[in-house]
């Protein structure tokens, strides 16, 4: 099977299981009621919401150029912008099998980085981003545990934190295993990443701005949804959005739907109405944070129709960007100093 076949078989999959997940959530809802809050929410409610996720979107990109100084890479605050507002329009708004991560790195080259470079940054950016969210969810798993009594969303909430506690360790110490595990592919492409991820969170000298970011980036998310239920007038208390919607937030970035739909609204309806959130404010919460997403998505679009990479990009074959894209990974030795 091509490449491209692949890709379109994995976006067709993953729109199946998106639309199959938000059938299931909506049919333990009140869909009426759902419809209602979708439209007598607030638009100034609506307008905060896309405002603070636009402010996340620099906060995002902050992060990402402190990644890329740290790889020997440093990049203007406004090119970073446009590139990362691309990305967000190709994960968002379009049904493509090109994700925003490779689009990203397809700019990153164009701007004249080398691809190795371009895909340690644009991974090191997803992993730094992946560590501030179980940080967040693991300091609030102690308050969660005063705060919920149920055992199976404590169960569950606990293994998420804990496998990524674990898999953040085995990533960041995979360099020094013995090198017969080293040796062995794709070890050896993920112990290069490990090395970069250990560097920056030890050695880079803006580390704390760096792990701040990190995190910072979560909790905006978290204000988000917790503006939302409040223009739905949903009784969320800032201490409970505070605790559930990081889980929500991990769930939501497994790559099995579309941009999170489908997994963001059960895991939004398993969590809030475990503090008393009825189903459909919950869903309607969802949704309209998808909504909200989709509109910066949006404006990530006007930014590519007006982008000179546009006509260049289109005129490219995909596969053969996909090819040099995942094959180019180098050691971060001597270029993260």
Do not use: Y
């Amino acid at each position: 099977m091509s490449p491209q076949l692949k890709s379109i078989v994995s976006f067709a999959v993953r729109l199946v299981l998106s639309a199959g997940m938000l059938w299931l959530v909506a049919r333990g809802t009140n869909i009426q009621q759902v419809e209602k809050d979708l439209l007598t929410v607030s638009p100034a409610i609506f307008v905060l919401a896309v405002a603070i996720l636009f402010a996340q979107t620099l906060v995002m990109n902050a992060r990402w150029l402190l990644i890329m100084e740290a790889v020997g890479t440093p990049m203007r605050a406004i090119a970073g912008l446009r590139i990362l507002l691309v990305s967000l329009w190709f994960n968002q708004t379009l049904p493509s099998t090109v994700g925003g991560d490779l689009v990203r790195v397809w700019m990153l080259r164009a701007e004249g980085v080398s691809w190795g470079n371009s895909v340690k940054g644009v991974l090191a950016d997803r992993v730094t981003a992946l560590i501030g969210l179980v940080l967040l969810i693991t300091v609030g798993f102690p308050f969660l545990l005063a705060r919920i009594h149920d055992p199976r969303p404590i169960l569950a909430i606990g293994s998420l934190a804990l496998a990524g506690l674990a898999g953040t360790i085995v990533l960041i110490t995979l360099d020094r295993w013995p090198a017969r595990i080293r040796s062995i592919w794709p070890i050896s492409k993920f112990a290069s990443l490990g090395f970069l991820i250990r560097f920056l969170l030890l050695g880079f000298r803006r580390r704390g701005v760096l792990l701040s970011t990190a995190i910072l980036i979560h909790l905006m998310t978290t204000l988000t949804c917790f503006v939302l239920a409040e223009g739905l007038h949903a009784g969320l208390a800032v201490g409970d959005a505070l605790l559930l919607i990081p889980p929500v937030i991990l769930l939501s970035a497994i790559p099995i739907s579309i941009s999170g739909w489908g997994v963001r609204e059960s895991a939004m309806v398993a969590g809030l109405t475990l503090v008393g959130v009825s189903p459909s404010t919950a869903l309607a919460t969802s949704v309209l944070l998808g909504l909200a997403s989709v509109v910066i998505g949006l404006i990530g679009g006007a930014v590519w129709l007006t982008s000179r990479d546009r006509q260049r990009f289109a005129a490219e074959q995909q596969s053969p960007i996909e090819r040099e894209a995942t094959g180019a990974t180098q050691s971060p030795s001597g270029e993260t100093a």
